[in-house]
T-cell receptor
Framework: GAVVSQHPSRVICKSGTSVKIECRSL??????MFWYRQFPKQSLMLMAT?????????EQGVEKDKFLINHASLTLSTLTVTSAHPEDSSFYIC??????????????FGNGTRLTVT | DAKTTQPTSMDCAEGRAANLPCNHS???????VYWYRQIHSQGPQYIIH???NNETNEMASLIITEDRKSSTLILPHATLRDTAVYYC??????????FGAGTRLFVKA
């Protein structure tokens, strides 16, 4: 089946530093990838839609200058949390849709990145 | 996208069928019903989806009512590893996948 690899799975960083999270589709190409954030005991919240070769689209309330998204190829999207603060500590999850399938095809999710900012 | 309503939590005995309901009374004609689940500290896993016909795969069955206003996900023989949060999502093609609160299923030995 379609596999989405997310790296790293866990990261601890100091306040004020930046962290990059990678999301790769391993056996399919993805024109569009999605980034979610999940706080403890809550559901997933969509942060942004990553489009290959163009700018990401951010959901209302998500700071685009803080959460930098780059989708440079059909198999890789990256999320950089800039100047991280403790309140950015969360579980970040990416997903992708196979560009070879219809728009109704389901998303494939990575296993998430647990970010802890100290 | 249409909103969905799911029970907050459910219990199921191991080996028995788990029937998870979902109401989506405002679903429109071109919107599909999708089910995902999330096991603790992992990314969501796709289970099944359908438009109006009942669907079955190796993981589960999806029963959609004739008026499409509700559906049921059936795990035929639940195991302890099926303990997870199950999300019912309704959306049209090309639209964003928005997660609700889901149903927390506890499978008990």
């Amino acid at each position: 089946g379609a596999v989405v690899s997310q790296h790293p799975s866990r990261v601890i960083c100091k306040s004020g530093t930046s962290v990059k999270i990678e999301c790769r589709s391993l056996d399919f190409q993805a024109t569009t990838m999605f980034w979610y954030r999940q706080f403890p005991k809550q559901s997933l919240m969509l942060m942004a839609t990553s489009n290959e070769g163009s700018k990401a689209t951010y959901e209302q309330g998500v700071e685009k200058d803080k959460f930098l998204i780059n989708h440079a190829s059909l198999t890789l999207s990256t999320l950089t949390v800039t100047s991280a603060h403790p309140e950015d500590s969360s579980f970040y999850i990416c997903s992708a849709r196979d560009r070879g399938k219809s728009y109704n095809s389901p998303l494939h999710f990575g296993n998430g990145t647990r970010l802890t900012v100290t | 996208d249409a909103k969905t309503t799911q029970p907050t939590s459910m219990d199921c005995a191991e080996g028995r069928a788990a029937n998870l309901p979902c109401n989506h009374s405002t679903i429109s004609g071109n919107e599909y019903v999708y089910w995902y689940r999330q096991i603790h500290s992992q990314g969501p896993q796709y289970i099944i989806h359908g438009l109006k016909n009942n669907e079955t795969n190796e993981m589960a069955s999806l029963i959609i009512t004739e008026d499409r206003k509700s559906s049921t996900l059936i795990l035929p023989h639940a195991t302890l590893r099926d303990t997870a949060v199950y999300y019912c999502i309704v959306k049209g093609g090309g639209f964003k996948t928005i997660f609700g609160a889901g149903t927390r299923l506890f499978v008990k030995a």
